[in-house]
């Protein structure tokens, strides 16, 4: 391999590091702080704790350049639209008289001013608050917090990169404001924005940074001529500033494509680049632009997504390959390593043999690191951790834990009849209409109720050791007679048991299911203080017996109302795992599936009439590029359907999405042939079931009338209001009355408070509809 000269050895550095501390302190800090237990002060320090732990930890692993600016209290799309001005109009007044409160109720509300709408962070399981600009909105710089943190950094000694969401992506991400018309471009806004992010730049450079990464992850996408030109002109414009640090341009997520050879050639000092994935394409990609001479080239050769060791050799070749196209090579991970959980050290109930296949946000930082010696010195100076390398793959590939070849035979099996229902909807809602009775506008909630102090205890309890199953079960029996005799009361027409039993929606199964390992410490953010720990999906899926069936029938005994069996989608249980990446996505799906298909088969024997089979995550891993997405959607739209058509016609399928964009699989969604689709729905105020119309989509549809990601209670005419756009859209004898999402992180005050008003809203647009 041709080394770098020693003045250009290759450097180490990663776009970004997990925020919420080893025992999720961020969390803590910050729900305190909400409930009036932690001070402002308190909060503050906490967060500089962590970001001075985190910097720290990367710098003894070797990173040479640590990020800043990265760090979030709740996310750092919210922190770039405080950062430009770009601030609401119904939340000026509460930022303006306390920044901190002001800044959490653009993220999540208050009783009076609904927050910003949520959705997730390109084909990632990660939401971010979607800025809203309009024609008349004014941009003005703050860059206290970006220049803060960077002088935390510097003060500690260390060479830190201040990283920045990039000019072009933040107009791409946001949406017409309340009030502005829908087909208003915030693109149009670059030339008032640009200036803003120049005054930034020079405070930074000010401050001391040598460097800025500006993240375009928005360009790996299909751009528009249009498009492509802002992005041309933006960075003409920036990289002609005077008064500027050295500009780092940054894409991830997949490859640069039709953006690239507009930034290889713009007057920026490096672009960073992903070369996992797509890292063939991309070569060749930089290749044909004649490389970047005299340029910086941060070769994202560690994947930041997923939690498996990197090949390191096959990296180190990527990386030699690179070394004739760039001016200097150093070498990162993909993208943000806040996708991925903190240290695999910390997992000590995992099989160590299984245990070195991994490699979290510290052990990357090592590759990394590792990479970076072998390209400045050769593959000799890490000759010991290339051999160890080599090792844990070989281990991986001959384990039994990731074949099974029964469930290989099965699926192989598998017929294009197994993912068709035996009649068409029509004919299908006939018979679930005369089963189940329901009245117009049924109502009906998503499945999970909040998780109260005792539940969570008994939890705790039980892995403890300090009460038994016995006594945990009888806890959840009673959390279930609970919430069943709540929604009757309520006045809900289908009911479900609550979901008391589930820690998450797709850990609980994964922890039933062979082939997954579970962690206990491998917690990622989702959004705000909501962190997830995401099963491991290791080997072939298989069910070893039933894992909802009793909880469902004994809510079904409770009442003469339905209760919904609830199951997590096949395409949910990949998206929200660090799924295997030794075989096509299609056919891991296809095996969850299979075993997902027993369970709703076990559940229809049991009794259960309406079963729901949520797939919140089949927006969200949708491939970035318009060619890749129909194999996607075909193995996609085939697994839920091979899930759920093994039932009786009078059997009624729902399933659930929430928080994405769906305008653009609305045939998808229609492809899976489920009878009732439940949808976010309340922060966009209808626009799905518009999107359903616009399509002509023939099934039940319930768009969410209440927003549960905020604490805020919808009055009964909000939600009415709401359900009566849903009516412009959706005929009233295919519209359902529901929350945009499951209940788990809400409190009991303000759930029953919402859920009146629900109910109450329904009742009122039914009479209004008799009346008529």
Known sequence: MTNQSTATAARSTVHGYPRQGRNRELKKAVEGYWKGAVPADALRATAAGLRRTNWLQLAGAGIDEVPTGDFSLYDHVLDTSVMVGAIPDRHREAVAADPLDGYFAMARGTQDVAPLEMTKWFDTNYHYLVPELGPGTVFTADSGRQVAQLTEAVALGLTARPVLVGPVTYLLLAKPAPGVAEDFDPLTLLDRLLPVYAEVLA??????????????????QDRSRAELGACERAYRDLGSLTDRPKLLVASYFGRLGEALPLLAKAPVEGLALDFTETAAVQVDDLAAVGGLPGKRLVAGVVNGRNIWINDLEKSLSILGTLLGLAGRVDVASSCSLLHVPLDAAAEREIDPQVLRWLAFARQKTEEIVTLAAGLARGTGAVAAALAANRAGLASRRTSPVTRDPAVRARTAAVTGADARRTLPYGERAASQRARLGLPLLPTTTIGSFPQTAELRAARAGLRAGRIDAAAYD??????????????????????????????????YFAERLTGYLATRHGWVQSYGTRYVRPPVLAGDISRPGPMTVDWTTYAQSLTDRPVKGML????????????????????????????????????????????????????????????????????????????????????????????????????????????????????????????????????????????????????????????RAGLRAIPAERLWVNPDCGLKTRGWPETRASLESLVAAARTVRDELAAS
């Open 474 to 507: 009888e806890r959840i029996r009673s959390e279930i007679q609970e919430v069943i005799t709540y929604q009757e009361k309520a006045g809900l027409d289908v009911l479900v048991h609550g979901e008391p039993e589930r820690n998450d929606m797709v850990q």
């Open 568 to 723: 997590t989608g096949p395409v949910t249980m990949l998206a929200w795992s660090f799924v295997r990446d030794d075989q096509p996505l299609g056919d891991t799906a296809r095996q969850v599936a299979l075993a997902l298909r027993d369970e709703v088969r076990d559940l229809e024997a049991a009794g259960t009439s309406v079963i729901q089979v949520d797939e919140p995550a089949l927006r969200e891993t949708l491939p970035l590029r318009a060619a890749d997405r129909p194999a996607y959607l075909s193995w996609a739209t085939e697994a839920f359907r091979l899930t759920t058509s093994g039932v009786r016609p009078d059997t009624q399928v729902h399933t659930h999405m929430c928080y994405a964009e769906f305008g653009d699989i609305v045939q998808a969604i229609d492809d899976l042939d489920a009878d009732v689709i439940s949808l976010e729905a309340a922060r966009s105020h209808m626009q799905v079931a518009h999107e359903l119309a616009a399509h002509a989509y023939p099934r039940e549809a319930g768009p969410g009338v209440y927003d549960i990601h905020s604490p805020r209670v919808p009055s009964a005419e909000e939600a009415a209001d709401l359900l």
């Open 203 to 220: 405070d930074l450079r000010a401050a001391g940074a040598e460097w800025v990464q500006l993240d375009e992850p928005a360009l790996v």
